[in-house]
């Protein structure tokens, strides 16, 4: 029986469980006498209901009462003031000793203070000197952290000894190991000598050995910072030594920390053998900067940078690359981007905060968009902007003041016309909603809009003069909503003037264009209970019928800075103009009718089906037109049908076609379907087609191969895998139909080891006419300590639809998910 007693001599078993009760009793007392102490909380008691407040002598009476406040859960943070520290708890088969010389607890003993409890077949505690000493079976675990070993010596208050051969694991990461000794400078800081490290769990075999280990001379444990730093380090994977290091530190958590990065390496067709070291510097908690060069077989040093900054007002990454004497091209090559989002606080009465957004990217000469890889979501490879951009805005006005500067790669095969920088441009829109206008009433949405913008390019690749453009726009609108629909009548007035740098073909220096706009949109809204499928739904029916009349205006000498067609979309359908820009107001004598019917759940009002049609009737030709491009004839436009369906959660399609009704054939058509029943389970595919231009069927996919097999693996949530010892494919094709070839494709395999993943990946990308770049990439990852060879999570996640990493950040748990 176990038993605890601060007296030298041994209790009987009645004896025993009253000495107990009372302690634990006198102990809870205690502590709440400390605690009431210490959250005192004067109160005066609430009068009854119906009753008269207490009098001011009843709450003098009632003020030196104290009230314990209740903590609502337990309490992660650990103090280290001695005060705080609370009684030390003894238990044992047998405790003997002397009061305030020293205890002996054996058999089954256990001393247990603050977040520290430590068990063993024997404990000696020697009280002038703070000295215990714990033998056989010994078992350590401060807030969360355990150790396990035959023998310790310990200064108990400072936490200052050292456990030989002990087995330890840490709880911030499950990071675990053996060593011939440890250390303990304190509660916080510790050194193991001749010692493992891994995060591998331990199994039932007893012939487990970890798949991958980092062992050291010596190793040093900073749970405050929660970094680790080995002296003499070779990590070891299946047995076999893969890296060594004379220093390496290395995370306990997902906190950032300056040092080196693991290697990175990767074989392509362009750069060759390539292996990449990065630095990282963890500048301050907002702050932080990478250095990476490489080696490129083919082509020589990269010498590569990132700087990152969060501020209370601002954030920015600015980018950079340094090839001297490129062996590919014979000359030095470089690149950098810069990106900053913030807020200038000025202070004045009229213009309080001024928002800046820049965007600055350049590169060395043409041919770099084809010789180097382009960033992840890179859509315009060519065409690379320096964008400075202040906006500010005070009640209904607001301000944009813009410089924007275009660098063109130019490709002699595939020559392309470079669009206009504007140098500067002022933008300026006052606008109200729902206010009055003189004798009318209230009601009325109105807004001004004004845009002066200096276009500046090279007149000989562009065919057109460059040109200072005033544009404004009036508009004003009168919305009438209810619940069954709405009608909304607007008319605007565009007005644009021109002063242009040479003359145009009709010997004009200036020119100008006044264009008015009438509209009138309007709609309705049905709604009935119904059931599809034995489901129950609110099924919706929403007619909508738009006009648009607006006089024809000769536009045709006027140059084309900024206008372009409008897509055909459900989007755009409804719209006065049919020309984006302000360079083009198309004429316009159409109605747009469209109908739109939905089934939404009545309890969640999410959407399970959306049909719509839409088409539009022209009465008059449309006669402006873009340079080059032919006027509108057709009395009846294509139709537009879309339908999107998410029946089941699992299940997703979404399809637009448009379809011609003179030939009976669709000009677009675009078509996608995606399953996803659930984590790291994923195919999407879709096919879009517009006649005579492209042809293009896109698949991806995340899918566990061990599928096919049976093995279904276990739901353990997102970021977490499925289980030790399952195979993932991962990928995406883009294929060409109507030139019968792959345009990019990207191919993989991933191994969810439990404590580490393995992941191949196979890239080819279209980077020109004829032109492709292929490359492998391979990666190591060793759970909770780093990644090994080239990163393809990026490419991973910027081109499969709703991919997953097997592992993403966690919190870590909490001190008594391990409490003894």
């Not at 990065?278 to 077989?297: G, H, K, W």
């Not at 709405?486 to 264009?515: C, E, W």
């Not at 037109?625 to 006027?631: D, E, R, S, Y």
């Amino acid at each position: 029986m176990r038993r605890a007693s601060p007296s030298p001599f041994i209790l009987s078993p009645v004896a025993l469980a009253v000495s107990r009760l009372v302690v634990f009793c006198a102990t809870l007392g205690m502590a709440a006498a400390g605690t009431a102490h210490a959250q005192a909380v004067p109160a005066a008691p609430e009068p009854a209901r119906g009753a008269s407040a207490a009098t001011p002598a009843e709450m003098a009476q009632t003020e030196g009462v104290l009230k314990l406040r209740p903590a609502p859960k337990l309490a992660e943070e650990i103090s280290n003031n001695p005060q705080d520290r609370g009684p030390t708890f003894i238990f044992g088969d047998r405790v003997t000793g002397r009061p305030d010389l020293e205890t002996v607890i054996d058999g089954n003993a256990e001393l247990r203070r603050g977040a520290t409890s430590i068990r063993a077949d024997r404990i000696e505690y020697y009280q002038p000197d703070d000295q215990m000493k714990s033998r056989g079976n010994v078992r350590v675990n401060r807030a969360g952290n355990r150790f396990e070993g035959p023998e310790l010596e310990l200064k108990l208050d400072r936490f200052e000894g050292f456990f030989t051969t002990p087995d330890y694991r840490f709880l911030s990461n499950g990071g675990n190991g053996r060593a011939e000794r440890v250390d303990f400078l304190d509660e916080k800081h510790l050194t193991a000598q001749r010692a493992s490290y891994t995060t591998c769990e331990r199994d039932d075999e007893a012939s487990w050995e970890p798949a991958w280990v980092l062992r050291a001379r010596s190793f040093e444990f900073d749970l405050d910072n929660e970094v680790g730093v080995a002296n003499g380090a070779v990590v070891r994977f299946k047995d076999v030594p893969i890296l060594a290091f004379p220093k390496v530190s290395f995370p306990l958590s997902d906190k950032r920390k300056s040092g080196l990065l693991p290697p990175t390496v990767s074989m392509g067709s362009t750069d060759g053998f390539e292996f990449r070291q990065p630095y990282y510097f963890n500048i301050a908690p907002n702050r932080d900067a990478t250095f990476s060069p490489a080696l490129l077989s083919k082509r020589g040093l990269d010498l590569a940078g990132e700087f990152r900054y969060l501020e209370p007002t601002s954030s920015g990454a600015l980018r950079g690359n340094y090839l001297p004497g490129d062996k590919l091209r014979d000359r030095d090559r470089w690149s950098y981007s810069y990106q900053h989002i913030g807020t200038i606080n000025t202070d004045l009465p009229f213009v309080r905060d001024v928002n800046v957004n820049l965007n600055m990217n350049r590169v060395s000469d043409n041919d770099y968009w084809r010789d180097f890889a382009a960033p992840a979501g890179s859509t315009t490879q060519r065409l690379l902007s320096q964008d400075v951009n202040l906006s500010w805005g005070t009640g209904n006005l607001s301000t944009t003041m813009r410089a924007l500067k275009w660098q063109t790669l130019q490709d002699v095969t595939s020559p392309i016309v470079p669009p206009y920088d504007r140098l500067p441009q002022f933008t300026a829109t006052y606008s109200r909603v729902d206010a009055p206008l003189g004798r009318l009433g209230n009601g009325f949405d109105w807004s001004i809009e004004g845009d002066y913008t200096r276009f500046s390019a090279d007149s000989r690749l562009t065919g057109q003069p460059n040109s200072d453009r005033a544009f404004t726009r009036l508009q004003l609108a009168r919305p009438w909503l209810s619940a069954a629909g709405f009608i909304t009548p607007k008319v605007q007035l565009h007005a644009t003037s021109y002063q242009f740098d040479s003359m145009l073909p009709n010997g004009a220096k200036t020119a100008s264009r006044v264009v008015p706009t009438f509209s009138l949109d309007s709609g309705l809204q049905f709604e009935r209970n119904t059931s599809f499928l034995g489901r129950a739904f609110t099924q919706t029916l929403e007619p909508r019928a738009f006009y648009v009349r607006t006089p024809y205006r000769d536009q045709s000498q006027l140059p084309n800075y900024d206008s372009g067609a409008n897509d055909f979309n459900f989007a755009t359908v409804f719209t006065e103009n049919a020309f984006v820009g302000n360079d083009r107001i198309s004429d316009a004598n159409l109605l747009t009718l469209g109908v739109t019917s939905r089934l939404l759940d009545p309890a969640t009002g999410a959407e399970a089906v959306r049909v719509g049609i839409a088409q539009r009737l022209r009465f008059e030709d449309q006669r402006v037109t873009l340079p080059g491009a032919l006027p509108v004839t057709d009395r009846i436009s294509d139709l537009l049908v879309g339908a999107s369906v998410n029946w089941v959660p699992q299940w997703s399609f979404d399809t637009t076609v448009q379809y011609n009704p003179k030939t009976k054939q669709s000009e677009r058509a675009s078509i996608g379907v995606r399953y996803n029943p659930g984590n790291y389970r994923v195919i999407s595919a879709a096919f879009r087609r517009q006649r005579g231009v492209s042809e293009q069927i896109d698949i991806g996919w995340q899918w566990p191969i061990n599928d096919l097999w049976g093995d279904k693996g276990k739901d353990l949530g997102a970021g977490q895998g499925q289980g030790p010892g399952r195979y993932y494919a991962v990928g995406r094709l883009n294929y060409s139909v109507l030139d019968k070839r792959l345009v990019d494709s990207i191919v993989g395999v991933e191994y969810d080891g439990c404590c580490w993943i393995g992941r191949v990946v196979l890239q080819r990308s279209q980077i020109g006419t004829g032109t492709s770049d292929t490359r492998i990439m391979f990666q190591l990852e060793l759970v909770g300590f780093s990644r090994i060879g080239a990163n393809p999570l990026e490419t991973l996640k910027s081109n499969v639809p709703r991919y997953q990493n097997l592992r993403e950040k966690i919190d870590a748990p909490s001190r008594f998910t391990t409490y003894d």
